[in-house]
């Protein structure tokens, strides 16, 4: 599955400026390594499969070029082979700075061994730079990749896609809530795709 070719664009809106939802590139490294710096080890992106075996318990993201280059060589081979679609969220600046990182987000399917395109349900996940949160950014970009995967593969396969998050992670049961995902039920802890209870929210194809 090609992903270079993937662009989605959200108008500004509220106290948000525009956005823009692409396949992560190398030149977007050091801004997530200076974010990953600020947010380690408490919180960050979610651990890739392909890394499992290679980085710490709890690790959430780069914090140098090495780590770096083996996280976008991961998020690279999800798109080739369609079983981890990520995005890179930034922000269109109002200054003409250029764009700048303000988060990630990502589709897996909830089937092991199996393609986002060719899985009846799927698992989202995200997060936003300390610096963007409380603006509506993440909202945004989960309505955004939402919409683009069931447009994209709803036809033929996706039907739900799925939201987990921690009991005590209130925004982003907000997050969830407000981009249309219905909070179904508490669900037990079940590594490895979750270690400890949590709420799971859910979205189905219309």
């Known amino acids: 599955m090609a992903g270079m070719g993937v662009a989605l664009e959200v108008p500004a809106g509220g106290r948000r400026f525009a956005l823009l939802l692409r396949p992560w590139l190398a030149a977007d490294m050091a801004a997530l390594i200076s974010a990953m710096r600020r947010e380690y ?38 798109w080739r082979t369609g079983d981890w679609l990520t995005f890179i969220v930034l922000e269109r600046d109002r200054i003409e700075r250029g764009d700048h990182l303000c988060g990630h987000i990502g589709l897996k399917p909830s089937t092991a061994g199996c393609r986002v395109d060719q899985a009846e349900s799927a698992e989202v996940g995200l997060w936003t730079a300390p610096e963007a949160r409380g603006q509506g950014i993440a909202t945004a970009a989960l309505v955004a990749v939402t919409v ?30 407000k981009s249309g995902y219905a909070f179904r039920e508490i669900s037990p802890a079940k590594p490895p795709l979750w270690l400890t209870a949590a709420h799971i929210h859910a979205r189905s194809v219309r």
């Open 41 to 78: 080890p408490t919180t960050g992106l979610w651990p890739n499969p392909d890394l499992d075996s290679l980085v710490p318990r709890g690790w959430t993201g780069p914090r140098n070029e090495n780590e770096a280059d083996t996280w976008l060589e991961s998020q690279d081979r999800g």
């Open 148 to 177: 683009w995967a069931f447009d994209s593969f709803g036809e033929d396969a996706l039907r739900r896609i799925e939201l987990v998050h921690e009991l005590d992670n209130v925004a982003s049961c907000r997050v969830a809530q």
